[in-house]
């Protein structure tokens, strides 16, 4: 599977873009705005080709559970033991791997860059919350889309490329 993700131009504070699955589109992304130097949490990655994989996050993997083909449950829900067998393991983050000058870059759910540490926000439509620009549905979007990664990469190798919209022509 390819995952494209293609940027606007940054903003003062963040950059959005779209991204895609095997060029049908899933959704919109926001993230840290792009910096010549690098700012630790403050810097979006570098536009390059990078493999995605999972890994296990101590801030977000128990927030969900999954069953065996990746589709999630908020930990709250599993209130019976049924629940509890379906969706058995703490998911796995998705992790975009060896991006230079940067450590464990996740997506995952939130809405402006504030909820970014250098990570992909992932959702539904972009808007506005405390006058930031942000992404809205970004818990439905992730749970739509988290089955689809999953399953990709336990099947094989998974590439995002991160692009400009500006290079397409």
Request: overall charge negative.
């Amino acid at each position: 599977m390819k995952v494209l993700v293609l940027r606007d131009p940054s903003e003062l504070d963040c950059t959005s873009s779209d991204f895609l699955f095997d060029d049908k589109q899933m959704g919109v992304g926001i993230e840290d705005e792009k910096r010549a130097v690098k700012i630790k949490g403050e810097t979006c990655i570098s536009e390059d080709v990078y493999e995605m994989g999972l890994r296990t996050s101590p801030k977000f993997s128990y927030s969900y559970f999954r069953d065996d083909d990746g589709n999630l449950i908020e930990s709250k829900a599993r209130t019976t033991l049924e629940l509890q067998r379906k969706y058995h393991t703490a998911h796995e983050m998705i992790w975009v791997m060896n991006v230079p000058n940067f450590e464990y870059v996740l997506w995952h759910w939130g809405n402006t860059d504030d909820d970014t540490d250098g990570c992909y926000i992932v959702g539904s439509k972009f808007g506005m919350i405390d006058k930031q620009k942000a992404v809205l549905a970004s818990r439905d979007k992730y749970k739509e889309i988290y089955p689809i990664l999953f399953k990709a990469i336990k099947k094989g190798k998974v590439t995002v490329e991160y692009k400009s919209k500006t290079q397409i022509v």
